[in-house]
């Protein structure tokens, strides 16, 4: 067009602005500051738009603060370059500011919420929607499904799907799949796998969904049988499935089956393995105790192996209690600038485990050094539609007297069914009385013993954990369902944990 010597007008520039990558689309900045047409709102609006998607927030909020005059798309689409680039508090600061609202703008602060690890106000802010009296849709349905699965909130993932079938009665296969994997990491396998039965037409992405979800939940032998009915219904796996079914084969410890889907990858599907499939082998190696074939496998791999595949290494030392090797990985790590506050955690906790206190002080020491922290252990668990988050010894809940009252029950039934504390996981060089009293006000305990408070008599309490479950709460947690009579499903950083009469779908191997 301008070889052609044909003008564009603002019309051109912006539907132009709207499909083109970043930096062409900052040549165009230059045809529109040329032709008169920088300060029309359609024009000023997709360079807002442009310079947002592109990452380049300070740029795009020049142009959105100079606009001659703002309107609901220009606001919605600063609020976007904020969202994606993390900006969240500018971009909730932007929203509360605006005059009007659709649901174009509320989807994308709440999906904003949900891709940046604060789901507990993505599922606010969409009650908050509710109440305006707007109509959500779909793009808002899968922001607040990924916001339940993220928190494990059930009653609200169970109030979309109904509301799901009432607007609209029949679900599609994107909205399916986002419903089974909210399920799965909600802890409903049951709920998860009715969504999948019932969709008609199911593609791979479909199954990806329902065989990871039983991945995570430890249930292996599910996940392989769904592989084969995959496979023999002429869908063709993805590396997406490949690491889903290699995650089922690590939670089982099924070696032999591990590498040969591994090894299938390429020679019968024609799939390169990416780090992520090398870290799901070294994981079911190492916590198989193969420790040694865990190394050379990622001595071994032609791509540059990543803190994440020497982390999962080191983590399965610990588990083990291999100082020396865990100690080359560290040195490793630290050499090549890889090292992060996980590795130093990891690192403290194998020699915690072998009681080398020595050797927790001088890790702790480099990790204030290095201006470190260790993520703190934090428990949740849904009750009536809020979720209700506890720190170990947390003592800020309204009804923290309640709690405590409940957790010295728990912690008499567990005595006389003959339980004693599991202290070798207390990783503080202090007396066995202590190491027990902290363990008794551990968060997933704290939770427990709310969900025993707050759900009724015989129901199922979730509870969801940021870190993996301490070998003392596990414990406690399968005598509790013994006791109670309830079934109790814990989400651990690893996976799923399903305690009924005493016993764990883990088999005590996670």
């Known amino acids: 067009m301008i070889t052609d010597e044909v003008e564009p007008n603002a019309f051109t520039l912006s539907t132009v602005l709207k499909a083109c990558s970043s930096e062409f689309g900052k040549a165009l900045h230059s045809h529109a500051h040329k032709f008169g047409f920088e300060s029309d709102t359609y024009v000023r609006t997709a360079l807002v738009d442009l310079y947002g998607r592109g990452g380049d927030v300070v740029s795009a909020r020049k142009l959105f603060d100079t606009m001659p005059e703002r309107n609901l798309v220009s606001s919605t689409a600063m609020i976007t370059g904020y969202a994606k680039n993390g900006e969240i508090d500018e971009a909730r600061v932007l929203f509360d500011g605006m005059e009007e609202r659709d649901v174009v703008s509320w989807n994308v602060m709440i999906d904003g919420y949900a891709q940046h690890g604060r789901p507990n106000e993505a599922l606010i802010l969409f009650r908050q929607m509710l109440e305006a009296r707007l109509k959500p849709n779909e793009a808002t349905m899968l922001a607040v499904l990924s916001a339940c699965g993220q928190v494990g909130a059930l009653e609200s993932g169970q109030w979309i799907h109904s509301y799901l079938k009432y607007s609209s ?37 479909v199954y990806n969904a329902m065989i990871n979800g039983y991945a995570i939940h430890g249930f292996s032998g599910d996940a392989l049988n769904l592989f084969d009915e995959m496979s023999q219904s002429g869908l063709r796996p993805t590396d997406i499935t490949f690491i889903g079914i290699l995650s089922a084969c690590a939670h089982a410890g099924l070696v032999s089956e591990g590498w040969a889907i591994f090894n299938s990858m390429e020679g019968k599907y024609g799939i390169s393995p990416k780090i992520e499939h090398y870290g799901c082998m070294v994981n079911l190696l190492g916590r198989a105790g193969k420790l040694n074939e865990a190394y050379e496998l990622v001595k071994s791999v032609a791509i540059e192996a990543d803190h994440v595949l020497w982390g999962t290494l080191l983590g399965a030392c610990g588990l083990h209690k291999n100082i ?24 403290s906790n194998i020699y915690a485990a072998v009681g080398d206190w020595e050797g927790v002080s001088r890790t702790r020491a480099m990790m204030k050094q290095s201006g470190v922290h260790k993520e703190p252990g934090c428990s949740s668990v849904e009750v009536n539609n809020e979720v ?15 709690i405590y009252a409940m957790l010295e029950q728990v912690n008499q039934w567990v005595k006389e069914h003959g339980h004693t504390s599991k202290t070798e996981g207390v990783l503080h060089d202090i007396g066995e009385s202590d190491k027990e009293r ?36 596990h414990a406690v947690i399968k005598l509790v369902s013994k006791i109670t009579g309830r079934k109790i499903v814990m989400r651990d950083r690893n996976r799923f944990h399903h305690c009924v009469d005493g016993l764990c779908s883990c088999g005590d191997y996670w």
């Open 169 to 205: 009665g029949s679900i599609n296969t994107h909205v399916g799949t986002a419903l089974i994997d909210m399920y799965c990491r909600c802890g409903s396998l049951e709920d998860a796998r009715l969504v999948f039965d019932a969709i008609k037409d199911k593609d791979t992405v």
């Open 438 to 473: 902290s363990l008794e006000v551990h968060s997933e305990k704290l939770a427990l013993a709310f969900g025993l408070i707050s759900k009724k008599r015989g129901s199922t309490i979730k509870i969801v954990k940021n870190l993996r479950v301490c070998p003392d709460c």
């Open 388 to 402: 209700h988050e506890f720190l170990a010894g947390d003592v800020k809940h309204p009804k923290r007297r309640e």
């Open 324 to 347: 020396p090797l865990g100690e080359r990985i560290v040195q490793y790590l630290l050499e090549r600038g890889l090292a992060n506050s996980g590795t130093y955690v990891l690192l």
